[in-house]
Structure formats: structure tokens, C-alpha cells
């Protein structure tokens, strides 16, 4: 198991974060308006947040039954964000405004785009998706 | 045609949220485009405005190597609206043209100096490899930053790696909302 890079007083990303008061402060707001709250329902936040860690339930997604059309729509964004902006056309905005109004797309995409960064950044510093040291 | 409508932003009535566009307008670095999109949601505004002045325009790393890293993500992502832009402030600090010209190849380059090329080493990882970011590359980093230079180097990083994969996805252009300046806009854009 590596170690963490960098050891907060409690290991994990938030202990790194508060040695940036102020800007652990706007995460924390981040984390409180649009992470964890919003006008996008948490659980498909999760599912995106989920496909982005690489959850391997939900790699093939397109191939089960287990999701509906909006969650189907909102994990080909969240491809297309993490890996493949190209895949973005016409066809996926079509299914994206079919099931979302235009505010729940700013603030699902602005979840996903955030919550990308952050799992990279962690990912530097030997934490996982989760903030936790990876196993 | 942006993918999603821009906020007609000269109807917002909270002075918070006609500050973020206004400072837009005046400074760039972000152009008033992405914030227009951004304001369908005030928390949202407010969440990225704030992470933004928090981690590139103040904090404690130096600013013109934010705007470095800034760069090299947009040429790394290829996210041209993003990589259209300047910080006036990294300009003054004399960050110039030529300096954006070779981010891509910043390693055999001897435009830039050790430090600066640590903390593209590191943006590099945080793009491409970030579970590769190894012992070596660290105490690199150690060796011309202090952890909370570090520290705030990735968040600002991940932070705009992020926003620049989402923002291709939108197709949103320059001089599209509040056209009042060139500020913050890259020479060719400035001049198109």
C-alpha cells in the first residue's frame, strides 16, 4: 500500500485540504452546495462520481439493464468529460436536454468536471477516490 | 451555438453573482463565456469563482507558474477556449507568447528554468499519470516547493484539468457575452 505523500492530521484529503484554510473553506462550501447537495438528485451524483473512479460495475454500463435512459445519459457525458469530449454531438445533447433542464446540466457537469479534478489530484497524492489511502 | 444557453447575466440581480461576471469582463482568466453557463446555478458560480481566486489568482505558489500549468493542461487537453486566454497578472509577471509556445515540449526546453519545469512535471502526472506520480518526481517537487506550495499547486490543477474537460464538451466561443474588452484574451483571439 503506498503512503500517502503528504500526512494530514487525520490521513485523509480533508486534514490536506485545511492546511489551505481559505480554500479548504470554498471546498467545503463546494462540497455542501453542489457535491453533497443541488438540484441534481445525490444518487446519480454518486453514479457518476462512481463511473469516473473506474467502478467496475459500472464500466459496461451500456451493456446492462440496471440504468435508465437519464442515467444512461448523464454516465456518456461523464465519459465523454473524463476520456472522449468528442463524444459530446449532437446525439448525446439531444438525450442530455431530453432529460434535464438546463441547470441541472451546468451543476451535474460542473459536479463531474470538479469531482474529476479532485480524484486526480488525490490520486497524486497516494489517496483514493474516496480521500482514504489506496489499498 | 453553446450547447448550453448562455444566463442572459445583464439580468442578474445579486451583486455577488454580477461581480463574478463582471470581473470576467474586465480581467479575463475566466472569460465571461464559461461564467454565463456557470450562472444557471449561483452555488456553482460561487463555488468555481471562489476555487478560482482562491487557488490561481492568490495562495501562496507563484502565480505566473499557475498560469504555466494553466496552459500547459489547455495545449495537453487541447481546450482551445481555455487556451485562448491570458492572466494579465502572469503577463505583467512576464510570462510571454514564447513561453506558451513550447509548454508541450517543457522538458528538453531551455525556456524554463528547474522550478518551473518541476511544477509541469507535476500537472503532467496529475493529467495523464497521476497514480504514477512517484518518489522521484516528489522529491523534485521538495526540492524547489514547500507541502503547502504543493498542496495548492494540485488542487488548482485538478481543478482546471477538470473544468477543461467539460468546457469542450459545451462548444461555447470568445466575445460571445459581454464583449467589452479583449482583456485576458490571447493575441490571435484578441485579434480574430
Known sequence: MPEPRIIGPDG?????????????????????????????????????????????????????????????????????????????????WDQLHAHFEEAELVELGYFVAFTLGQQHWMATLGLGPDGRPRS | MPRISYYPVETLQDPEMRGYLEHAARYGTPRPESQAVRAHVPAVLRSFSRNWQ?????????????????????????????????????????????DVDELLEFESSDRYDERQKAALAYASALVWAPHEANDALWARLRSHFSDDQILELGYFVGLTFGQQRWIPTLDIGHREVLDRTRAGLAPDAAHA
Open chain 2, 54 to 98: 482562491l487557488s490561481f489568482r492568490e495562495g501562496v505558489m507563484d502565480h505566473a507558474i499557475k498560469e504555466l500549468c494553466r496552459l500547459y493542461v489547455s495545449k495537453s487537453v487541447e481546450c482551445d477556449y481555455c487556451g485562448q486566454q491570458r492572466s494579465v497578472p502572469a503577463r505583467e509577471q512576464g510570462v510571454g507568447e514564447p
Open chain 1, 12 to 92: 485523509p484529503a480533508d486534514a490536506l485540504r485545511a492546511r489551505l484554510p481559505e480554500l479548504y473553506g470554498a471546498y467545503a462550501e463546494t462540497r455542501a452546495t453542489v457535491l453533497e447537495d443541488g438540484i441534481v438528485d445525490r444518487a446519480l451524483k454518486d453514479l457518476c462520481a462512481r463511473y469516473l473512479a473506474e467502478d467496475e460495475e459500472l464500466m459496461d454500463f451500456e451493456g446492462s439493464d440496471c440504468f435508465d435512459e437519464r442515467e444512461r445519459a448523464a454516465l456518456r457525458w461523464t465519459h465523454a468529460i473524463a476520456w472522449s469530449t468528442d463524444d459530446a454531438d449532437d446525439e448525446l
